[in-house]
Structures are given as structure tokens and as C-alpha cells.
């Protein structure tokens, strides 16, 4: 197989991390006799830095002429000490997946035994865990008309939806509920918002299109709730951007640390894949993040976007080879782990080379 592999490490520890998920997919392309060819380009801040663009014209050219994308975090931490900045590195982040029609995003919650106990939440409680998210990713608050007063005193932002925005996440999202558990579970707040009126009726007239499988439709105060409460009770959750975002970072809690949760955004072309969290710039440069999220967007890229499912497998039965042997980073050590055993991003990577190989 060949492909083009663009990397986008983006800002702080994105440029750590990525180094580890094109090493998985190199040491991939060598044992499978697969054509990996990699380019690299700039996002975010260090885009702005450098052109006064989050997102650069070459960029997204790059993105655009690519068959997959690994992408690793923006942010910086004079943004969120300055809300007002009219150019921000999260513009580049919306503007991408605007123009490669990325409308989405599936979260896999894939729980690993041996990090039970990294999690906050008791282990009987989290045990059987496995959830998949799709979470939309083009509409909503995030890309509605946004206004402020020139008193500053009053500012509204538009939460939007378009039928065929629900409809065509939703079919992707029972089609996968086809090849798991077949339940669906659907998020919305139809009690109090016109645009889940809308998006609750769209869902019911696709679900008819899927008698197989079961759906429940939840407010999402009641989805926050039980999400802690009862994991094990959802398979395939469908939501909108804005009440995706915030489950999808709470349900990072279930899996021990948002360094162990990857991401896809996807669309009907070039696939986008991520780990879920930040730059985190208090650990840039430091040896000290988790490359685990990285590793396994690597592996939803073999999958979803190449099809490539033994080689997937491979990849995360080396993440669970790793954990199973007693290795950490130390955001999922706890005190118990011996000191011998906690690694910095760069030997934790190469660790799972090793049971890679």
C-alpha cells in the first residue's frame, strides 16, 4: 500500500508526541511492506509565529493533497490569558476541518485493564468499559454568526444546524453501531434548544432506517451524569459539537488521562487523526508526555482511513503489551509503580517499538 502521510505537530507537546506516532507507522510500513511517505507542515501557534496564519496556505495545500493526516495540539498559554486575541491558534483547527469537510469526530474510550487504577472512578465501575463517540464537528455554537456589543456588555454566539448535518453523522454513527452492539444513544438538550428539537427528530426519522439497533435518546445533564455513573451502559454515543467536546473530555477520566485517548475526524476524504488533549505547554520540552494518544491515533489511521485492521490490532496490542509488562509516563503512574517503570515520552515511545517489533 501507498500512501501520503502528512504531520502537523502543531504547538507544545504536540511536537514530542508525533515524533512517536510516525515511528509506529514507519516501523509499520517496514514490517508490512506498505509505502509510508511523510511530509510535515505548521498549525497553530507556531504558524502564527511564523506567518501570522494559524493555518498557512502551503498547509493546507499539504492537507488537502494528502491521503491522511497525524496531527498533534495547538494552544499556547498567551491566548488563554488573552481571550480578545482576534488571531488564535484554534482558528487554524475550525478552518481545517471546515475545509476538508471533516464533520465527524469519533472518540474511541478504549479502557485497558491495567490502568484501572489510574482512573478516579472505582475499577468495578469502569471494568467492561468501551465506548465510541461521534461527536459532529462542523456546526453547531462553534461555527455560528458571534456578536458583542461595542459597550461590551452583552455578546451572543449562534448555535446552528442544518438537517443534512444530522443526518449524515448520524448514518455514520449507526453504521458503526451495526459492527459493535448495536445501541445507540443520543445526546441532545430537546427540552430547552431548537437546534436538538431538530437534531432529535432527524436521528428518529434515521433510526427507522436501522430497526437493528436499539436507540435511547438522552438530555445531556442526564448523559454528564451517567457517563460516571454507569459507563458500561453506552456503546456508540452520537452528540453535537459542543456537548461532544465536553463529554468526550470527561469521559477521558474512564481511561485514566486524556495521554491515552485518540481521535479521528473524518468526512468523506482526507481523515484527520489526534489525541484528544492540549499543548499542555507547562510539560513542552520536558520528557514528560504520554505519546500513548499519538500511538494510537496511528492506529485509527491504519484502520479507518487505510483499512488496515491487523495492522491496527498490531498497534494496540503493543500499547497493551507495554502497559501489561508495568510500564507508565506519569500522568497513569499512581504510587504503587515503581520509579524504574515510569518513562518519559521518548523511552515509553520507544518501548512500544520494541513489543512492535
Known amino acids: ?97 471546515k475545509e476538508l469537510g471533516l464533520y465527524a469526530n469519533l472518540r474511541p474510550i478504549l479502557l485497558f485493564d491495567e490502568l484501572l487504577e489510574a482512573s478516579s472512578l472505582k475499577p468495578e465501575v469502569l471494568r467492561g468499559t468501551d465506548i465510541l463517540f461521534f461527536r459532529e ?5 462553534y461555527f455560528g454568526e458571534k456578536t458583542r456589543s461595542e459597550d461590551n456588555t452583552f455578546a451572543s454566539d449562534l ?7 444530522v443526518e449524515r453523522i448520524a448514518r455514520k454513527a449507526y453504521e458503526a453501531a451495526r459492527t459493535r452492539n448495536k445501541k445507540l444513544c443520543s445526546v441532545d438538550k430537546a427540552n430547552v434548544l431548537e437546534t436538538s428539537r431538530l437534531w432529535r427528530d432527524v436521528v428518529q426519522e434515521i433510526a427507522r432506517e436501522y430497526p437493528d439497533v436499539e436507540t435511547e435518546h438522552m438530555f445531556i445533564d442526564n ?15 452520537l452528540t453535537a459539537n459542543l456537548f461532544g467536546d465536553i463529554l468526550t473530555d470527561e469521559a477521558s477520566q474512564i481511561a485514566g488521562s ?9 468526512g468523506d476524504g482526507t481523515g484527520f487523526f489526534e489525541p484528544i488533549h492540549g499543548s499542555a505547554h507547562d510539560i513542552a520540552g520536558q520528557n514528560k508526555a504520554n505519546p500513548l494518544a ?7 489511521m491504519l484502520d479507518i482511513a487505510f ?16 502497559l501489561k509488562a508495568g510500564w507508565r509516563t506519569g500522568d497513569i503512574a499512581n504510587a504503587e509503580t515503581p520509579l524504574t517503570h515510569v518513562l518519559g515520552t521518548n523511552e515509553m515511545g520507544a518501548k512500544v517499538l520494541e513489543y512492535l517489533r
Request: aromatic share 6%; glycine share 8%.
Open 1 to 97: 500500500m501507498n500512501k501520503n502521510i502528512l504531520i502537523i505537530p502543531g504547538d507544545g507537546i504536540g511536537q514530542e508526541v508525533t515524533t512517536w506516532g510516525k515511528q509506529v507507522l514507519e516501523t509499520v510500513a517496514a514490517k508490512y511492506g506498505h509505502e509510508f511517505r511523510f511530509d510535515e507542515a505548521i498549525m497553530g501557534h507556531t504558524a502564527i509565529e511564523a506567518t501570522g496564519s494559524p493555518l498557512p496556505d502551503e498547509t493546507l495545500e499539504k492537507a488537502k493533497a494528502s491521503d491522511a493526516i497525524l496531527f498533534g495540539a495547538i494552544g499556547h498559554a498567551k491566548y488563554d490569558n488573552d481571550p480578545s486575541a482576534k488571531v488564535r491558534p484554534e482558528q487554524g483547527l475550525l478552518k481545517i476541518r
Open 137 to 141: 464537528l462542523t456546526g453547531d455554537v
Open 159 to 165: 448555535m446552528n444546524y442544518h438537517r443534512y448535518e
Open 223 to 237: 448523559a454528564a451524569m451517567q457517563l460516571v455513573k454507569n459507563p458500561k451502559k453506552f456503546d456508540v454515543v
Open 258 to 266: 486524556m495521554g491515552m485517548l485518540a481521535s479521528a475526524s473524518i
Open 294 to 300: 499519538s500511538i494510537l491515533s496511528a492506529a485509527l
Open 307 to 322: 483499512g488496515l485492521q491487523e495492522e491496527a490490532k498490531v498497534v494496540t496490542q503493543a500499547v497493551a503489551d507495554t
